[in-house]
């Protein structure tokens, strides 16, 4: 990514801190000159609350490195890190959906986080479920949440392994499973002709990514809300017996939404950095749009609906978006920091 456009956001969040009276001061900051500017020392102080028990273990039993200092600081500690933005947003337990909002059920929502989901029934597949940033219940209403703040412009969006393309690997491909497999089959196969094509001396990965929008992360994430709560392959799923992976209960709405940390153009004091912003959004935008009629083209839908009894959606919001369909009490004016719009 960009240095100038790198430097400007920094400089953005970190005012946003200051706004919201919790700035980052050389006393919260780390000490590793190298990361100083743009982490904190604790990532607590990154954080509008502690951390419950009960998420905090959800939190350890991921696979990013959240909270652990390993080869680079914790990433909960970093002023960019979408983990703390989905903690502050979210919060600890419970949080409830606005009534008239226009994305999601109203109501109250118990949270967990680091949700574990099965995408193929291989046994390096199940070792390393896909895990989502954040799983919302209410009663028969869910929404499965994949938070972005700089990785949508700062990552290259990766690709899909080889074992995706075996039909034998999926859960489906048994009796009954006919049509939702042929439904992925068809998704994948159509964003490899949306994608264009990348060298990589990967022979286990195929050649195909979209520039911008991390389309194969949420085909995984379908992919594993489909087998969690199918009635194809809920048997299969239950036998593979992982710490804190569970089929989902019974569900009838759910909606899988990217949430994306976004600047207006007009914050940026650089007009190099305006300009290479601009085209990013754009472009994260309309690879989206793409990979959105895909799946509505797909038959994936109509498989949902058939196996699982569940009424599907896919969202792109931006974190003003997702905020404002939900009541945030007094994280409110700390929440600032995630619309630098206002």
């Avoid at 939702?180 to 994608?195: E, I, P, T």
Wanted: with cysteine; hydrophobic share 40%.
């Amino acid at each position: 990514m960009n240095e100038k456009l790198v430097n400007e956001l920094a400089r953005l969040e970190r005012d946003a801190l200051a706004v919201s009276g919790h700035p980052l001061d050389k006393s919260k900051q780390n000490k590793n000159p190298k990361y100083a500017q743009n982490y904190f020392e604790q990532y607590q102080d990154n954080l509008f609350a502690e951390l419950s028990n009960e998420h905090r273990a959800q939190y350890e039993s991921g696979n990013g490195d959240e909270l652990s200092d390993k080869q680079y600081p914790a990433k909960m500690k970093s002023i960019f890190s979408s983990s703390a933005m989905t903690f502050n947003i979210l919060g600890n337990g419970e949080i409830r959906v606005k009534e008239g909002n226009k994305f999601f059920v109203s109501g109250e929502y118990k949270i967990e986080y680091e949700k574990k989901l099965f995408t193929l029934n291989t046994e390096n597949a199940k070792k390393h479920p896909a895990h989502l940033d954040a799983f919302l219940l209410n009663g028969a209403n869910a929404i499965f949440c994949e938070m972005k703040m700089l990785e949508w412009l700062r990552d290259t969006p990766g690709f899909l392994k080889i074992a995706y393309f075996n039909d034998a690997n999926f859960f489906s491909s048994i009796a009954g499973g006919e049509e939702s497999l042929a439904a992925f089959k068809k998704l994948r196969d159509a964003l490899c002709a949306q994608m264009a094509k990348f060298s990589t001396k990967d022979a286990d990965k195929d050649p195909h990514r979209f520039v911008r929008y991390d389309a194969w992360q949420m085909f995984k994430h379908i992919l594993g809300i489909y087998n969690m709560s199918s009635e194809v392959s809920r048997h299969d799923v239950s036998a593979c017996k992982i710490d804190r992976v569970e089929v989902l209960p019974k569900l009838k709405k759910v909606k899988l939404v990217n949430v994306i940390f976004e600047t207006p153009v007009f914050a940026f004091a650089d007009n190099a950095a305006k300009k290479a912003y601009r085209n990013a959004r754009t472009k994260e935008n309309g690879e989206f749009y793409i990979f959105k009629k895909s799946v509505e083209e797909s038959g994936i839908i109509a498989a949902f609906k058939k196996d699982c009894g569940i009424d599907f959606s896919l969202e792109l919001l931006t974190a003003s978006e997702f905020m404002d369909c939900f009541e945030l009490g007094d994280r409110a004016e700390y929440l600032r920091r995630y619309r630098l719009d206002r």
